[in-house]
């Protein structure tokens, strides 16, 4: 009878080798036990060679020039947009400082002009016994005013530089007059410097067929709020030929100021009848009052909205200024204040 011997069973590891010896193959562990921790593996960084180094620093040197190109163009660019704004600024500024030298003392740029190029006025300006008056504007404004109308251009303006200066100076002085008389009979006009009531002399011709470059008159506003008035106040402008004009009242008021007019005239409607038919107003418009002396060149043709056509009040309704003014023959020019 053969015994049978049992082999004893051991359990090899993927890394045990057939030709361990049985107390090798007996000290290696089993699967139950726990596998040792798998020691990192430490990688180490090639080396760069001095070529590559030379391309990575030209790399980074390429991209730091094209970020600061980027930001120099942005720059540049915000720079040129400011440059472009105070340009038009300076612009702007220095035409209008140009104008005022001209006004006042013509231009220190060397030209050369002609007074043979210049038209002669046809107007005769009278100059009255003992005049030029303290109060009253003088001949020789007129006369100057006269010229400017025949030879609207910069180069009149160049030639008589220091006619102008004392045309104007005699015309501010008037307007100091002129506006301590009204603050007597109206005391809310503001008494202020002469010459912030005066207009200036150059034309606004930014939506004007008409180029020329000045105003033929002097003018002048007075009120409580000064030259620049939005409620009533009283215009004056000065020129020959018998177009010397005085004006009081309110010319195109805005929307919410006319619908207050006109809701006053609805409710007290004669009282504004009763004030343009005292005998002073007749007296001075030659008999002429009420709604005949009112400026009517912007006056509406139909009824205003919301206003019945045969409202009792409906002539004075139409109007959209409520306005007087008195013009002046050259002869009735010299009254004196």
Same mark, same amino acid.
């Given at each position: 009878m053969v015994s049978v011997r049992k082999r004893k069973q051991v359990t090899y590891n993927d890394s045990d080798s057939?030709?361990?010896s049985d107390e090798e193959v007996r000290s290696q562990p089993t699967s139950s036990s726990q596998p040792e921790k798998a020691q990192p593996v430490k990688t180490s960084k090639t080396k760069a060679g001095p070529k590559k180094k030379v391309a990575l620093k030209q790399e980074k040197e390429i991209k730091t020039k094209k970020k600061a190109k980027t930001k120099e163009d942005s720059d540049f660019e915000s720079q040129e947009e400011e440059k472009v704004v105070k340009t038009d600024k *300076?612009? !702007? *500024? !220095?035409?209008?400082?140009?104008e005022e030298e001209e006004e006042d003392s013509g231009s220190d740029t060397e030209v050369i002009y002609s007074k043979s190029s210049t038209k002669k006025s046809t107007l005769v300006i009278q100059h009255p016994k003992g005049s030029p008056f303290p109060d009253a504007i003088s001949p020789l404004t007129m006369e100057f005013l006269a010229g400017l109308a025949e030879n609207n251009d910069r180069e009149y303006m160049h030639l008589h530089s220091k006619e102008w200066v004392a045309v104007k100076k005699d015309f501010i002085d008037f307007c100091g007059l002129v506006m301590s008389e009204l603050h007597q =009979? +109206?005391?809310?006009?503001l008494v202020e410097e002469p010459k912030h009531a005066m207009y200036r002399q150059n034309r606004d011709l930014r939506f004007s067929n008409d180029k020329r470059p000045y105003k033929n008159y002097l003018s002048a506003s007075f009120s409580p709020e000064g030259r620049k008035f939005v409620r009533a106040g009283y215009f004056l402008s000065i020129e020959p030929n018998n177009k010397t004009m005085i004006a009081a009242g309110i010319w195109l008021p805005n929307k919410e100021m006319l619908q207050s007019l006109r809701d006053n005239i609805i409710r007290n409607g004669d009282l504004i009848k009763e004030a343009l038919a005292t005998d !002073? =107003? *007749?007296d001075i418009f030659d008999g002429k009052f009420g709604k005949d002396i009112l400026e009517a060149s912007d006056k509406l043709k139909v009824a205003p909205k919301g206003i019945s056509k +045969?409202?009792?009040? =409906?002539?004075?309704?139409r109007f959209k200024s409520f306005a007087v003014s008195k013009r002046f023959t050259d002869q009735e020019h010299w009254f004196r204040l």
């Open positions: 057939d030709f361990m *300076k612009k !702007a *500024k !220095a035409q209008e400082e140009e =009979i +109206d005391p809310t006009v !002073a =107003i *007749k +045969d409202h009792p009040e =409906i002539e004075l309704l």
